[in-house]
């Protein structure tokens, strides 16, 4: 007999994981290996993934990394032969690669506190769209023709932002009366065109077993300056900022057989941030 546990076990299946070197990107690719998928890692940044790759296999998970530019269909395809030929099929794609404007330490430190509207450079607001929604579109549009061939059955899973479904609070980025930053134009439009994406795929494969939904996170705390934690975990009704980790039981019901009959969804995880 069947029982709930068994619904979101993932052996015999294969995971892609693209923005698979960023914090959340890492967990996911832990949470499908855990739960006994054979992961693909897919980001341009190999040492991180690299060494991701390696965590798995010596915990006995099946994993691979590839170094992948998701804005070119030259080496997406290449990366999805590569993970034809290794598991023979894919049953799972995670699109969590995407530009998004940091504040934590390090990204301070590098100056990378992006500024007004009136000023936003162009190029900017371009690599942003090419990233977040053209990258988007080539990785998906390639992944799921091997779902199509092996039964018309596979789960998508879009992740979004809750700035793709609010404006940002740009009060949240100021300090002892000193704006810090802007949360950047591009991040809202982009994650909000996941979602219409998401929306659409799901409606466009009616009639087959190929599931497309959205995970959109609330913040999740990364070393952030006690100012910024205090004036984000305000705006939240559990008071906090999420812990890297508290996705991932959200990000394992979309992939497995226990959200079996949800499609065009879209599972916020952010501590009630949107709630009020």
Not at 215 to 221: I, K, M, Q
Not at 234 to 251: H, P, S, V, Y
Request: aromatic letters at 10%.
């Amino acid at each position: 007999m069947t029982t709930i546990l068994d619904k979101f076990d993932l052996s015999g299946k294969v995971a892609v994981v693209t923005g698979a070197a960023g914090l959340l990107g890492r967990e996911f690719c832990r949470t499908l290996a855990e739960a006994g998928a054979a992961v693909v890692v897919l980001d341009l940044n190999t040492t991180v993934t690299g060494k991701l790759v390696e965590e798995l296999r010596t915990s006995g998970f099946s994993a691979r990394a590839a170094a992948v530019d998701i804005t070119q269909p030259d080496s997406v395809h290449a990366m999805l032969a590569d993970t034809l030929r290794e598991y023979g099929r894919l049953d799972i794609l995670v699109n969590s690669a995407a530009l998004d404007p940091k504040f934590d330490p390090e990204a301070v430190a590098k100056g990378l506190t992006p500024g007004r509207f009136e000023d936003y450079p162009l190029e900017q607001w371009n690599a942003a769209l090419n990233v977040n929604l053209t990258g988007l579109f080539l990785v998906t549009q390639a992944c799921v023709r091997p779902m199509l061939e092996q039964g018309k059955k596979g789960s998508i899973i879009n992740i979004c932002s809750t700035y793709g479904l609010n404006g940002p609070d740009q009060r949240i980025y100021v300090k002892d009366g000193r704006r810090l930053a802007y949360k950047p134009v591009y991040y809202t439009v982009t994650k909000a065109g996941v979602l219409g994406f998401t929306k659409y795929l799901a409606a466009y494969y009616m009639g087959t077993e190929i599931r497309v939904n959205a995970l959109t996170p609330g913040g999740v705390f990364n070393n952030h300056d006690e100012t910024f934690t205090a004036n984000y975990s305000a705006k939240t009704i559990l008071g906090r900022m999420a812990r890297k980790d508290e996705m991932n039981g959200a990000l394992l019901f979309l992939a497995s057989d226990a959200s079996s009959y949800m499609t065009g969804g879209n599972v916020v995880v952010d501590g009630g941030w949107t709630a009020w």
